[in-house]
């Protein structure tokens, strides 16, 4: 079991940045893939990034592509999503994910991940 507990958000003016952290409890972090996403009123949860355990390969949605950037600390059992040149759009809460051992294939899904964050308010104004 791991839990996932997110922080770093907040309101910040459009162009400006946001660093998510999101601290996991448990030993076996290394093992885990990491991944981000977000849902804003009315729509469905979506894939915002993801860093594979195995390869480091990192993955970005199109839309936060060149802006964001996803690490993650394994000394520290910690993620980050630092979001730079944010836009009103960017609003919405952000929820941290793993899953142990994850393939590369359901990186991009919502169903490939076991574990999840309570999310964190991230509003960007215009």
């Known amino acids: 079991q791991v839990q996932l507990v997110e922080s770093g958000g907040g309101l910040v003016q459009a162009g400006g940045s946001l660093r998510l952290s999101c601290a996991a409890s448990?030993?076996?972090?290394?093992?885990?893939?990491m991944g981000w996403f977000r849902q804003a009123p009315g729509k469905e949860r979506e894939f915002v990034a993801a860093i594979s355990w195995s390869t480091g390969i990192r993955y970005y949605a199109d839309s936060v592509k060149g802006r964001f950037t996803i690490s993650r600390d394994n000394a520290k059992n910690t993620v980050y999503l630092q979001m730079n040149s944010l836009k009103p759009e960017d609003t919405a809460i952000y929820y941290c994910a793993a899953v142990r051992s994850g393939t590369d294939y359901y990186i991009r899904s919502a169903g490939g991940y076991d574990y999840w964050g309570q999310g964190t308010q991230v509003t960007v104004s215009s």
């Open positions: 448990g030993r076996t972090f290394a093992t885990y893939t």
